[in-house]
């Protein structure tokens, strides 16, 4: 049983008027995330990962501390982020829950303070990774970044929201403004109900 590229929840041109354009969907989804998907499945392949579940295979290939992580958990981990990634997004109006609201209000202050804070994340990760808000093993949320395909799995956290700063997520769209992609991003691209069913 192989894994398969799943397909986006949307037509690629669905963020076009919201910043994320058709061109920057057929390389991320098409290219990039299919990449990880096929290089996955043939490193996988008559390994004892062979069988197991994506997220068996994310946490049990994770090598805590290692500066560079081994192939098969950096394919596995870039499948699992960038399926997550679509769902986090969406075309709607996209309104914040009330229940999310308050717990991240909770956490953070404001809603204000909450996205300058992960927009920092994001923009502080020096080089390819990913900004977090997870639910942390005691329950309470918190704003982290990750290198590379490292993920809120690797610690036995919850993600909640996931935000792409490859630079091949925001490069034909904002350039090499990663700022401005992240600041979009929470504005007007983040689907919060996706985002309040998983807390
Ligand atoms: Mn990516």
Redesign the pocket.
């Known amino acids: 049983m192989s894994f398969e590229l799943p397909d986006l929840p949307y037509a690629h041109d669905a963020l076009a008027s919201k910043g994320m354009s058709k061109e920057t969907l057929e390389y ?1 989804h098409d290219l ?2 299919n990449a990880y998907v096929t290089t996955l499945n043939k490193l996988v392949e008559g390994t004892e990962w062979a069988g197991k579940s994506l997220e068996e295979i994310v946490k049990g290939t994770y090598q805590a501390g290692a500066v560079a992580q081994n192939g098969i958990f950096n394919n596995a981990s ?1 499948h699992w ?2 399926t997550q ?1 679509w769902e986090m997004m969406g075309p709607g109006e996209n309104a914040l829950p009330g229940e999310l609201e308050k717990a991240i209000v909770e956490s953070f202050g404001t809603f204000d303070k909450f996205k300058e804070d992960f927009a920092a994340a994001g923009a502080g990760q020096f080089g390819s990774g990913w900004a977090w808000l997870v639910k942390d093993t005691d329950g309470g949320l918190k704003i982290t970044k990750t290198e590379n395909g490292v993920n809120p799995l690797c610690f036995g956290q919850t993600a909640l929201l996931g935000c ?1 700063v ?1 630079e ?2 925001y490069y034909i769209d904002f350039r090499n403004k990663r700022p401005a992609y992240l600041a979009n991003f929470l504005d007007n691209l983040v689907n919060w109900e996706n985002v309040a069913s998983r807390l």
């Open positions: 991320h990039h995330h870039q982020n960038h990634f792409d490859w091949h997520s």
